[in-house]
């Protein structure tokens, strides 16, 4: 009960704090839709996220650079702290013609899970990114967000839901209200190694006046997990945005790898 | 398709429709009565267990038997769900075996039934449900219904001041990805005799004795290894069968099913823990405490290094005679299918799950020579009912010897080779004892000819 106590304490304490938040500049720095596990006590994970948008904003909007053939790089760190909770640690960069590789920012990101013993039908857990960004790269300049994650294997399937909410903590949207930034994974696993599937981000502005389709930010990628060894995570895809406000040609990678520090013997 | 979940209800349904149960189900007055009911068990002193259980105790009532003199044990199902005991390790006709796919029937819930047989051979066996399970890891073997079973000799010949009986058990599991990709039982707690370590009483012995242990694993899944700090265990016996050549171990392992006997001499005063040699499975409770006379003081624990076994030490180690007449070759291919990151392996025998696996037909009186080739990533304990086997073959020890039991570990990338005479006729079950691999397919069918 006690565990359950600091959940949901947590998860009141993030909400109430988020008060005001508008449609921000598209970011694909991390496009993942997070599944509910969390890393390991006394292990670390290590990815890279590559991200090259290969038909994005051609023009220099607000003083923000364009996205347009902008190559993401983002070292992700994610610290194990026990069963139940993380901590990841984000950097940012970008890669352009004519401003080279730049550093763009960086986040820290907390994360609790239901534990296991509360036999949940679900995975549960729950996320609060903040962090900063260069103005050149996204006007707003500190940022928040709020990620609940639900997700279920059953069979072949995985289902995977993010309602992240956003706000921004400094920039021109910070008086616009809460964002609503959902994320949704569906993936069929075609065997013990290969799943593909199909991912879903968008951003349909404040929570409480969603923004026109027109200036939604949403993308679809289909996707592939190869699951080469519980060591390695590795997904790969290609996503497109039909909307005007979103890059429209995106393609993706995540390479992974879980590092433990426990020398594990046999007697463990 | 039909599943084993199915041939379970339409077992049942013959079950409920036979007007009285099959004529080896005895009308007289029962030696022992059982009865099965749900029952609330106490591991810990802050966490009780809801469980399914035998008298309400866990584990269940001590059974003794004479070898070779008719005995008949009522069952009482005081449950919702249809219920079987199967009486594992013995020489058994099929009908009073316990295992519906045999063709014993089912005890429907709130029924009675009556099994009358005789018990043989001699030697330390067990009784156990024979359900289904699938993903409820509430029922089946997940549950506490399961017992000792001695059937003492005519003549005993063993040597031993005090014995005790233990049965090794995992508790609260759930169903979690695992490294091999599919979907396993994970459990919280674990426990000797129903307790976790310090809970229950301990095992009390004198300097100078010596303790003959039964130990069983009635794990649905796990396999265990068991230490007892300061001491040595001298296997006497497998699956209740005496071995050729006892021999003092450090360490014992035991798969689902498995049972070991094994003496401990007392020459070493203290209080000490017998328990899981796995760190995270003592953390779980599987341990009790050992103490001797006139002793006091925090139970004292010695971590082993490492992980050792292997059947073969026990094995004769006189040369062999050669068996007169051919040995028949029966090679069982173990296989997975890959059902999802989000569901347990599909398993098959040659290229079969139960209920279409072959049904193999033996000759009365012919030797067979079962080659169990294990190329998946899982180990399996695997159970022949109503026979016995002489281990042959082991990865270790390509001419094992005089080694008899009735289950036996095939280790995950490997082969082991056992051998049987056919002498008990009747629909014979073969399967896995892991009961999440059992329920998904891993089981086949002998008859006789």
């Known amino acids: 009960m006690r565990l359950f106590s600091k959940f949901a304490f947590f998860l009141l304490l993030s909400l109430a704090a988020l008060s005001t938040r508008s449609l921000r500049a598209q970011g694909n720095y991390e496009i993942q839709v997070y599944g509910a596990d969390t890393e390991a006590s006394k292990s670390t994970m290590v990815e890279l996220h590559s991200n090259f948008t290969s038909d994005g904003q051609k023009q220099v909007i607000d003083r923000v650079y364009p996205t347009n053939h902008q190559q993401h790089e983002t070292l992700e760190i994610t610290q194990g702290i026990n069963s139940w909770s993380e901590v990841g640690f984000y950097v940012f960069t970008s890669l352009q013609d004519g401003h080279g590789w730049q550093w763009v920012g960086d986040h820290i990101r907390p994360r609790v899970r239901v534990p296991d013993s509360w036999h949940w039908p679900v995975g549960v857990s729950l996320s609060s990114e903040i962090g900063y960004q260069r103005a050149v790269y996204s006007p707003d300049t500190w940022t928040w967000e709020i990620r609940p994650i639900v997700d279920k294997a059953v069979g072949r399937w995985y289902f995977a839901v993010n309602p992240a909410l956003e706000r921004t903590l400094h920039g021109p949207d910070v008086k616009q209200g809460i964002g609503f930034a959902p994320g949704v994974k569906v993936g069929y696993d075609f065997n013990k190694v290969v799943s593909g599937g199909v991912e879903y981000y968008a951003d349909y502005g404040s929570i409480t006046a969603i923004a026109p389709l027109h200036d939604q930010q949403q993308q679809i990628f289909l996707v592939t997990d190869l699951n080469v060894s519980p060591k390695w995570e590795i997904n790969m895809g290609v996503g497109i945005g039909p909307t005007a406000a979103t890059d429209h040609w995106i393609i993706k990678g995540i390479l992974g790898r879980h590092f433990s520090w426990v020398k594990q013997s046999v007697t463990d | ?449």
């Open chain 2, 1 to 449: 398709m039909l599943t084993r979940r199915s041939l379970l209800k339409l077992g049942s349904m013959a079950a409920a429709s036979a007007a009285l149960p099959k004529p080896a189900h005895s009308v007289g007055p029962a030696d022992y009565t059982l009865y099965i009911a749900p029952f609330t068990l106490d591991i810990a002193p802050k966490h009780a267990i809801k469980t399914v259980a035998y008298n309400q105790q866990v584990p269940g009532p001590l059974l003794r038997f004479k070898e070779g003199q008719p005995v008949t044990v009522d069952v009482a199902n005081r449950t919702e769900n249809e219920e079987i005991v199967h009486w594992h390790g013995l020489f058994l006709p099929p009908d009073v075996d316990g295992a519906m796919e045999e063709g014993t029937p089912m005890i429907p819930a709130g029924g009675k039934a009556g099994y009358t047989f005789t018990p043989s051979p001699a030697g330390f066996r067990w009784y156990h449900t024979h359900t289904f399970a699938g993903t409820d890891l509430k029922k089946a073997q997940y549950t506490g219904q399961h017992g000792f079973l001695m059937i003492d000799p005519r003549e005993n010949p063993a040597r031993y001041d005090q014995e005790f009986f233990l049965a090794l058990h995992d508790w609260d599991g759930e169903m979690t990805g695992s490294a091999d990709g599919s979907m396993n039982p994970a459990y919280k707690f674990a426990t000797i005799n129903g307790r976790v370590l310090g809970f229950g009483e301990p095992l009390r012995v004198k300097q100078g004795q010596h303790v003959l242990l039964h130990i069983l694993n009635s794990s649905p899944t796990e396999q265990h290894w068991l230490a007892l700090a300061g001491h040595q265990f001298k296997v006497i016996a497998l699956d209740g069968n005496p071995v050729p050549n006892p021999k003092a171990v450090s360490m014992l392992r035991l798969a689902p099913a498995e049972r070991v006997c094994a003496i401990v001499e007392m020459n070493h005063p203290g209080v000490w823990i017998l328990g899981e040699v796995r760190k995270h499975i003592q953390a779980a409770g599987m341990g009790i405490v050992v103490e001797y006379a006139a002793s006091t003081g925090k139970p004292a624990w010695q971590q082993p290094d490492g992980l050792s076994w292997d059947y073969g030490q026990f094995g004769s180690t006189t040369p062999s005679a050669s068996l007169s007449g051919n040995i028949i070759d029966i090679p069982l291919v173990f296989e997975s299918r890959f059902a999802g990151h989000g569901a347990p392996d599909h398993w098959m025998i040659n290229g079969k799950s139960y209920p279409n696996t072959e049904t193999i037909p033996l000759t009365r009186g012919q030797r067979y020579r079962l080659i169990f080739k294990n190329p998946t990533s899982d180990d399996h304990p695997v159970h022949l009912h109503r026979h016995s086997f002489e281990i042959r073959k082991l990865p270790k020890n390509p001419d094992s010897r005089g080694i008899i039991k009735d289950v036996v570990l095939v280790e995950s990338k490997t082969e082991v080779e056992v051998e049987f005479t056919a002498d008990n006729p009747g629909l014979t079950l073969f399967h896995c004892h892991q009961q999440n691999h059992m329920d998904e397919g891993f089981m086949m069918l002998f008859r006789y000819a």
